[in-house]
């Protein structure tokens, strides 16, 4: 069975910088790509980035695109979000997800979530 379990977040201020992790088990991570979404009070469930599961291929949302960079460890099974100039815009909760034959950032493609990792930024 599939399991992802996010870790990382935080508190931190304007400008600042963060990293993600996502430890994934339960599945070969070179048929899975790996996406990261985040949700604010109040807002809809957004894809912020992933990554194809064997080539890297990665693709960005344009609000984080040159602050953020996703990637992955194969051989600890962990992905990244390291996130650069951080902004209060930023806040929200940071959810993992994968599935089978997903790409993209639209959630409903994807059917294994983490529990999530709060980030908040201060102004």
């Known amino acids: 069975q599939a399991r992802l379990v996010e870790s990382g977040g935080g508190l931190v201020e304007l400008g600042g910088s963060l990293t993600l992790s996502c430890v994934a088990s339960g599945f070969r991570l070179e048929y899975y790509a790996v996406a990261w979404f985040r949700q604010a009070p109040g807002k809809e469930r957004e894809g912020v980035s992933c990554i194809s599961s064997s080539d890297d291929l990665t693709l960005y949302a344009d609000s984080v695109k040159g602050r953020f960079t996703i990637s992955k460890d194969s051989s600890q099974k962990t992905y990244y979000l390291q996130m650069n100039d951080l902004r209060p815009e930023d806040t929200a909760i940071y959810y993992c997800?994968?599935?089978?034959?997903?790409?993209?950032?639209?959630?409903?493609?994807?059917?294994?979530w983490g529990q999530g990792t709060q980030v908040t930024v201060s102004s």
């Open positions: 997800a994968t599935s089978r034959w997903a790409w993209g950032l639209k959630p409903l493609e994807y059917d294994t």
